[in-house]
């Protein structure tokens, strides 16, 4: 299997995730793309690096907990290797932080730390729906999403130094020919949601440390 993010122009739920990924991911958010030029302040780039991992940092993260809960076919066979390629994606956040150093000093830090636990526990949410479908436009959507992420984290990497390794996440194309368009699109939606709220806490705690 291609280790790519190509996305189906077919129609259905792949066709579906490609216009969601567009508009409303993190390709879509100014701040995520400012953080990706080549003058990010080294700052700004830590900040996003500690919010990404503990958002998405721990075990077990939204692709190990719907792989866990059991899909079947080749759902299954794909949620299994998108965890596995998402460990490593784990490893290189962490990997990150250590790098980065210490938090920036940022005003409302306990308001930021809530709001990152309550990310965290809603992707936890959307990976444990009992809705057919829901669990894995999520995981889709994140796989999809994190293209745009990484290069977020390829800047990061080259301000602290640190060499990022090939990503391991399977494309999302084939496995969202099989689930429900509807609900996979209702956890895409959401799914992205949450990353158009964490670039946008991100910016707003960029513009409070430069006030």
């Known amino acids: ?13 792949g ?22 030029a080549p003058r990010a302040p080294a700052r700004d780039l830590g900040d996003a690096i500690h919010a990404l991992c503990t958002v998405h940092g721990h075990h077990p993260d939204l ?4 792989a866990a809960l059991g899909d079947t076919g080749d759902a299954h066979s794909w949620l299994a290797e998108a965890a596995a390629g998402f460990t490593a ?3 290189v ?16 830090q306990a308001e930021t730390s809530a709001a990152l636990t309550a990310e965290r526990h809603a992707m936890e949410m959307l990976a444990r729906s009992e ?5 894995l436009g999520a995981a889709a959507a994140l796989v999809g999403d994190w293209q745009p992420v990484r290069a ?11 060499t990022l390794p090939a990503t391991m996440l399977p494309p999302v194309d084939a ?37």
Not at 1 to 13: E, I, N, R, Y
Not at 182 to 207: M, P
């Open 1 to 13: 299997m291609s280790h790519a993010h190509a996305l189906s122009s077919d129609g259905g739920a």
């Open 15 to 36: 066709a579906t995730l490609r216009r969601l990924l567009a508009a409303d991911g993190t390709a879509a958010h100014a701040y995520a793309a400012a953080l990706a």
């Open 63 to 66: 692709l190990a907990v719907a």
């Open 89 to 91: 994606e784990r490893a």
């Open 93 to 108: 956040l962490a990997q990150l932080v250590a790098a980065a150093g210490p938090l920036p000093s940022t005003p409302g």
């Open 131 to 135: 809705r057919v479908g829901v669990a």
């Open 152 to 162: 977020v984290l390829a800047r990061a990497a080259e301000r602290f130094g640190i």
């Open 175 to 211: 496995v969202l020919a099989r689930v429900p368009e509807r609900a996979a699109a209702f956890g895409a939606q959401q799914l992205l949601a949450q990353h158009r709220g964490l670039w946008s806490l991100l910016e707003a705690r960029s513009s409070a440390r430069s006030q």
